[in-house]
């Protein structure tokens, strides 16, 4: 996300790697614009002023109180005018992922803030309590203390709960949809694979039972829930086997396997060949490769 002063504007694409911003703003004489656009989500509140949003080919005016949340990926701006008063935060998706609330709600909140929010209309106490959650997080990053991050985390938390609440969930206990279990146990994968969850912690965290996490898994991909999770930690062990000169016990520890002995049966039970076979047989293919291109004339 990049703010100027209204006059110029210079777009910088947000890479994978960048940080999570918040700022407030505060009637300044200048109008401020701010243009997004790559993997982080943005959400604007507005207490006081008006502005527009350019959002999916769409021109949009916002007046204050209001909210404006944009999913990560997607490309506009957003103008201030002078004098208007808010708050903004870019939020990196890994960020968003790890502050999810647990339990019955996190496929509606999931589902919730991968929708767009263009300027919806805020009751002012709601902007306050926005504002203040915006306002922590900014002073947690400023101060970069010992548990700052955790802090971080817990703030944005709240702020993911606000915006839910204000996209108007239903009130009935609704049950996901298969296709929002399976959504929503995919992302929690590629969250906590090396920290060894059970099938029970995954489905609590979903809000469903292991038999209904089991079903909706097994229907939509044919396959068990633990076996894609297995999956996933042996196509991250193969990468690192291929791309990295790490030791095979440094690898089963970064994957979150104490013992290497263990970790070698593991991935020889899943893949069909040890860790030490794969590595030997990937050398081999990228030197036949390297021969091949060499005996072009």
């Known amino acids: 996300m990049r703010a100027s002063s209204t006059g110029s504007v210079v777009p910088r694409p947000a890479a994978p790697s960048d940080p999570i911003e918040a700022r407030l703003f505060q009637g300044g004489l200048a109008g401020m614009e701010w243009t997004f656009r790559g993997r982080r989500s943005h ?6 002023g008006s502005g527009s949003l350019t959002f999916a080919e769409q021109d949009v005016v916002v007046a204050g109180p209001a909210i404006v949340w944009i999913p990560a990926d997607a490309n506009g701006s957003i103008l201030f005018e002078a004098g ?3 708050g903004t935060l870019a939020i990196p998706d890994v960020l968003l992922g790890s502050a999810m609330p647990v339990g019955a709600i996190f496929s509606q909140v999931r589902d919730a803030i991968t929708r767009p929010i263009l300027g919806a209309r805020l009751a002012t106490a709601d902007a306050r309590q926005l504002l203040s959650t915006i306002a922590a997080i900014d002073q947690e990053l400023r101060l970069d203390v010992p548990g700052a991050q955790e802090a971080v985390r817990h703030h944005l938390a709240l702020l993911l709960l606000q915006v839910w609440r204000l996209s108007k969930p239903s009130t009935e206990q609704a049950q996901p949809s298969p296709r929002m279990i399976l959504r929503g146990f995919v992302h929690l994968v590629e969250l906590h694979a090396r920290e060894h969850w059970s099938l029970a912690e995954y489905a609590n965290t979903l809000g469903v039972t292991a ?9 939509a991909t044919g396959r068990t829930p633990m076996e894609l ?3 996933r930690l042996v196509a991250e062990a193969a990468m690192l086997l291929d791309g990295s000169a790490m030791q095979i016990a440094e690898i089963a520890n970064v994957l979150g396997f104490k013992d290497p002995a263990y970790f070698s049966r593991f991935f020889k039970r899943v893949a069909g060949h040890s860790p030490k076979a794969h590595r030997q047989d990937a050398a081999m293919k990228r030197t036949a490769q390297e021969t091949n291109f060499a005996a072009w004339p």
């Open 229 to 231: 999770i297995h999956s």
């Open 43 to 48: 959400v604007f509140v507005l207490q006081a």
């Open 84 to 86: 208007a008063e808010g």
């Open 211 to 219: 038999d209904r996490l089991n079903t909706a898994v097994r229907r």
